[in-house]
């Protein structure tokens, strides 16, 4: 069972996912849909930090994060998902960025689906 704090990460992280879910079904922004992604993504990785008995910094670069992370090391494709998804931090929130679509947002979803396996399948 993870501790409270491991649990508050977690929630927070349910709450960015509810977020897209809601997005979702009203057919955008779609923008603000990766953005949400990407931090609930971000939630994930904080809550397996904190677990394992580090406090995260503030920073939304999921690479940088994950190399905080004590053993196992996630894998290739963790850190791939990682890497596509920490540019949702900034590119969804100024404008001249280009434009997010749907297709982006599936995307983005099976990328925080990989970091968020990899997460709860480390916390005990």
Sequence with gaps: MPS???QEWLDKAK???QVVLLMKNAGGPWGIAAYHIQQAAEKYI?????????????THDL????????EP???TLVQHAA??????????????????EESH????ESQLATIKA???ANIP
């Design 73 to 75: 090391a996630p894998s």
């Design 118 to 120: 990899w997460v709860l």
């Design 46 to 58: 904080k809550a397996s930090l904190v677990e394992a008995g580090l406090a995260p910094p503030k």
């Design 4 to 6: 409270s704090a491991t």
């Design 63 to 70: 690479e940088q994060l994950f190399q905080l992370h004590p």
């Design 15 to 17: 709450e960015d996912e």
């Design 83 to 100: 890497a596509m998804l920490s540019a949702y931090a900034w590119l969804t929130r100024y404008p001249g960025t280009p434009p997010i």
């Design 105 to 108: 947002v599936i995307t983005a």
